[in-house]
């Protein structure tokens, strides 16, 4: 094996020297050796003659030996009689396997003063060997009591802060009831505190951002009186502690209620969601209160079963069946049937009772019309018709049940008034050109029955393209996965618009295309083909189409003739933010104006005045340095000098604009659609979908494009036409997050890491084009394969 670097960090290769055609001593250079391998030879150079000669004799040794050879060259050096050092069992306070993916089989022994790194040949031999380290010191047993785990961590103190982190250095011990630290690993060491372990405790797994933020890996153990903050260097061994007590809480016995067996730190909400549904009868709109009640039982899993059984409960045999307290009671078991399920014991109970008061409901409504028949009182026809009601609440709930997925987020207040009501919801879903369309919902549909819905409806069915449902505002845009449910979005939308932030309001749904798998073939005259014209529009507006200037221009007359039709002095002009990407001119006037340079591409260039506007600002910025005593007041006026000189370039961007309009006189809409798409095709990366990264490592510029296709991973600098480098999908081995805003693609000899806020969303999108491909090749071979048959049969 061969490392990129002494820390053995990461792993570049390995050679097979069975494989070797030869081992050389190569005498030409010094202290070299050379191993001719069939495909290539490796040049090697050791520290010193003595090295290299060991060097020589080890691999020439290796080369020329057999398997069984081999087993008793290591079997000799394993001998404790030939150790190169030795370390004491007793010295060893924790073992636990290694972070490092590079070194799958590896191990870590930690003591006082020092981290040893080993290596195993297998992972059943790395396991035997930590299972043995763990128990070294030949006790099990702490006072009495079987210990599970022990060893160093840093604890947080009291007095410390997020900027100011104090850890002391101590030895935990995790029993099967108590996590106790001690001031050092010695027998009779004083203990300095316990946090008593039952099923109320929780714990908090290592979070990624404190690690990049201390150098730490943490766990929190929350206690029903305290808490300890806990941290470690190496993930594994944070994981391995915080899987440990988490194992021992999971092991212990809740406490008993009258109702359902349950925690007893959550008695006190139990006993408010009970006053709630006491009350629920006089309320004017009941709406807020089930939200809450929906909400605890949200948050606190525990509660759900109790909360079920409360109603069932309330729903059976009630002493004024019908009243407004039992429809409330009904209502309420209704909502949560759309929100979360009880465990399976309950839900079996459950379902036997909605099925019971199904068939009861049905059996006093078929007496009562039998009695309509001989003639009925008022009473009666008020008893069928709440009979019907609650009877159609339990069907729902029963249904319900069935379908009922995990959710995000609780009903929204619409959702809820549906459910009370008895009906279906409506949403809009918005389209590319302003269009939109209301479509019927209810708390189960999945955002792939809405796309599916949608390209019914507007004849899309023959498409190769796959379209989604985005949510979307000012701001953001993401995808939503085909089995998320829709009102889950919706009452997320609800939420987010509650809150203070600007950013969060004005969500709604987006239909638009998600995977261009076939740009070319679209008829020219469909809808689809104007939903590719106007997210290709999208992408120039947002930055996103890295072609020249003059491009961007003859693009934004297109626009203008696509919508206004030929050019007219009394014609309405939008703003040309609307057709011209602004932000493209705004960072060219900026970076012109930190180096006084051309700015590339520029209309006044052409006209010879751009050059005087940076003459003028710069003579404006050095006039105010000598003059201005205010620092602030001088940067106002270079701001205000930077804003006059982007006026001038956008008006003299919107004057070229305009001629180029004008020499579109007598294009019809359909022609500047498909002109306008032929012209953005030209660029090579049509039909990828960019994403803003950022490369830290060095191996590419800090701000990069990654573009997600087809056929391949592209790698864009940000701006530039031409990628820097392309990873078909056949190259990449694997791809996920190994940390929340790190995206990890491996391709064959290297792995790329690139930092965004998007992790999910690309690792989405790769996903469904690599099952495009494997799906496209499958259909292939069981074609090919049909194809065989028939000719067997012929």
């Given amino acids: 094996m061969y490392f990129e670097n002494d820390g053995e960090d990461k792993m570049k290769g390995?050679?097979?020297?069975?494989?070797?055609?030869?081992?050389?001593?190569?005498?030409?250079?010094?202290?070299?050796?050379n191993i001719v391998m069939p495909e290539r030879t490796y040049h090697l150079i050791a520290e010193s003659a003595e090295d290299a000669s060991q060097w020589f004799s080890v691999l020439s040794q290796v080369h020329g030996s057999t398997e069984q050879e081999i087993r008793e060259m290591h079997d000799e050096q394993a001998n404790p009689q030939n150790a190169v050092g030795t370390l004491d069992v007793g010295m060893i306070d924790s073992v636990c396997a290694s972070d490092n993916p590079e070194r799958p089989n590896s191990f870590v022994m930690i003591t006082a003063n020092r981290v040893l790194h080993c290596n195993a040949d297998t992972p059943e031999e790395m396991h035997h060997w930590i299972t043995l380290l763990q128990r070294s010191k030949g006790d099990t047993r702490v006072d009495g009591q079987e210990f599970i785990i022990r060893g160093w961590l840093h604890k947080e103190m009291k007095n410390s802060t997020k900027a100011s982190l104090k850890l002391k250095k101590r030895w935990f011990l995790l029993t099967h009831n108590s996590l106790d630290y001690y001031k050092s690993s010695e027998r009779n060491a004083l203990k300095l505190g316990t946090l008593v372990l039952n099923s109320l405790c929780s714990v908090i797994q290592p979070d990624e951002k404190v690690f990049r933020d201390t150098g730490y890996w943490n766990v929190i153990v929350y206690g029903r009186k305290h808490s300890y903050r806990l941290y470690c260097k190496l993930l594994n061994e944070a994981t391995?502690?915080?899987?440990?007590?988490?194992?021992?809480?999971?092991?212990?016995?809740?406490?008993?209620?009258?109702?359902?067996?349950l925690i007893q730190d959550i008695k006190d909400e139990a006993l408010k969601v009970f006053s709630s549904l006491q009350h629920l009868e006089g309320v004017a709109d009941p709406v807020p209160i089930i939200q809450g009640i929906l909400q605890t039982g949200q948050e606190l899993k525990q509660l759900r079963d109790e909360l079920y059984c409360q109603l069932v409960k309330q729903t059976t045999r009630p002493q004024q069946p019908g009243s407004p307290a039992n429809l409330c009671s009904w209502k309420i078991l209704a909502c949560m049937s759309c929100t979360f399920i009880p465990t399976?014991?309950?839900?079996?109970?459950?379902?036997?009772?909605?099925?019971?008061?199904?068939?009861?409901?049905?059996?006093?409504?078929?007496?009562?019309?039998?009695?309509?028949?001989?003639?009925?009182?008022?009473?009666?026809?008020?008893?069928?018709?709440?009979?019907?009601?609650?009877?159609?609440?339990?069907?729902?709930?029963?249904?319900?049940?069935?379908?009922?997925?995990?959710?995000?987020?609780?009903?929204?207040?619409?959702?809820?008034?549906?459910?009370?009501?008895?009906?279906?919801?409506?949403?809009?879903?918005?389209?590319?050109?302003?269009?939109?369309?209301?479509i019927t919902i209810n708390s189960h549909t999945t955002a792939g029955e809405v796309v599916e819905k949608l390209i019914?409806?507007?004849?899309?069915?023959?498409?190769?393209?796959?379209?989604?449902?985005?949510?979307?505002?000012?701001?953001?845009?993401?995808?939503?996965e085909s089995r998320t449910v829709v009102a889950d979005v919706l009452a997320k939308f609800e939420k987010l618009s509650a809150s203070q932030d600007e950013n969060n309001t004005g969500w709604k749904f987006y239909f638009k295309l998600y995977c261009f798998l076939d740009t070319d073939n679209v008829p020219k005259d469909s809808v689809e083909f104007?939903?590719?014209?106007?997210?290709?529009?999208?992408?120039?507006?947002?930055?996103?189409?890295?072609?020249?200037?003059?491009?961007?221009?003859?693009?934004?007359?297109?626009?203008?003739?696509?919508?206004?039709?030929d050019h007219s002095s009394q014609a309405t002009i939008p703003?040309?933010?609307?057709?011209?990407?602004?932000?493209?001119?705004?960072?060219?006037?900026?970076?012109?104006?930190?180096?006084?340079?051309?700015?590339?591409?520029?209309?006044?260039?052409?006209?010879?005045?751009?050059?005087?506007?940076?003459?003028?600002?710069?003579?404006?910025?050095?006039?105010?340095?000598?003059?201005?005593?205010?620092?602030?007041?001088?940067?106002?006026?270079?701001?205000?000098?930077?804003?006059?000189?982007?006026?001038?370039?956008?008006?003299?961007?919107?004057?070229?604009?305009?001629?180029k309009?004008?020499?579109?006189?007598?294009?019809?809409?359909?022609q500047a659609m498909v002109k306008y798409m032929a012209v953005a095709k030209e660029w090579q990366g049509y039909g990828s979908t960019l994403f803003n990264v950022e490369c830290r490592d060095g191996a590419f510029p800090f701000e990069l494009w990654l573009g997600v296709s087809r056929e391949a991973i592209s790698v864009y600098k940000r701006g530039e036409p031409w990628?820097?480098?392309?990873?078909?999908?056949?190259?990449?081995?694997?791809?996920?997050?190994?940390?929340?805003?790190?995206?990890?693609?491996?391709?064959?000899?290297?792995?790329?890491?690139?930092?965004?806020?998007?992790?999910?969303?690309?690792?989405?999108?790769?996903?469904?084009?690599?099952?495009?491909?494997?799906?496209?090749?499958?259909?292939?071979?069981?074609?090919?394969?049909?194809?065989?048959?028939?000719?067997?049969?012929?």
Avoid at 533 to 547: K, S
């Fill in 14 to 33: 390995v050679l097979d020297m069975h494989n070797a055609k030869e081992i050389i001593d190569n005498t030409g250079k010094e202290n070299g050796i």
């Fill in 240 to 261: 391995r502690w915080a899987t440990a007590i988490q194992n021992v809480i999971d092991a212990k016995a809740p406490i008993d209620t009258p109702t359902q067996q």
């Fill in 344 to 438: 399976r014991s309950i839900l079996r109970y459950l379902k036997f009772h909605l099925k019971r008061y199904w068939i009861a409901m049905f059996i006093d409504g078929l007496c009562l019309q039998k009695k309509r028949g001989s003639g009925i009182h008022t009473s009666d026809n008020v008893s069928l018709k709440m009979n019907l009601q609650m009877d159609r609440y339990a069907a729902f709930a029963l249904d319900s049940l069935k379908k009922t997925r995990a959710r995000e987020n609780i009903p929204s207040q619409e959702e809820i008034r549906a459910i009370v009501a008895q009906q279906d919801m409506s949403t809009t879903v918005h389209c590319h050109g302003g269009g939109s369309c209301k």
């Fill in 456 to 480: 019914r409806g507007l004849a899309m069915e023959d498409s190769r393209n796959m379209f989604a449902l985005f949510e979307q505002n000012d701001t953001t845009e993401k995808a939503i």
């Fill in 530 to 565: 104007a939903f590719m014209f106007e997210q290709a529009h999208e992408a120039v507006i947002r930055g996103q189409y890295p072609g020249p200037e003059e491009t961007l221009q003859f693009l934004a007359a297109l626009r203008l003739q696509y919508l206004q039709g």
């Fill in 575 to 659: 703003e040309l933010s609307q057709v011209f990407p602004m932000a493209r001119l705004r960072a060219r006037v900026q970076n012109s104006a930190k180096t006084f340079a051309p700015g590339s591409g520029s209309v006044a260039d052409r006209s010879g005045t751009s050059e005087r506007k940076r003459s003028s600002f710069l003579e404006g910025t050095l006039r105010r340095s000598f003059r201005s005593g205010s620092l602030s007041r001088q940067k106002l006026e270079e701001e205000n000098s930077l804003e006059a000189w982007m006026r001038e370039e956008a008006a003299a961007v919107r004057t070229s604009v305009m001629d």
């Fill in 661 to 670: 309009w004008k020499k579109l006189q007598g294009m019809n809409q359909e």
């Fill in 723 to 794: 990628p820097l480098e392309v990873f078909p999908y056949e190259q990449i081995l694997s791809f996920g997050a190994p940390l929340a805003n790190a995206y990890k693609i491996a391709v064959e000899g290297r792995e790329l890491v690139f930092e965004t806020q998007m992790v999910m969303d690309i690792a989405k999108l790769m996903k469904a084009y690599i099952s495009m491909i494997v799906k496209k090749r499958y259909s292939n071979c069981q074609s090919v394969s049909s194809q065989g048959s028939q000719c067997t049969a012929w």
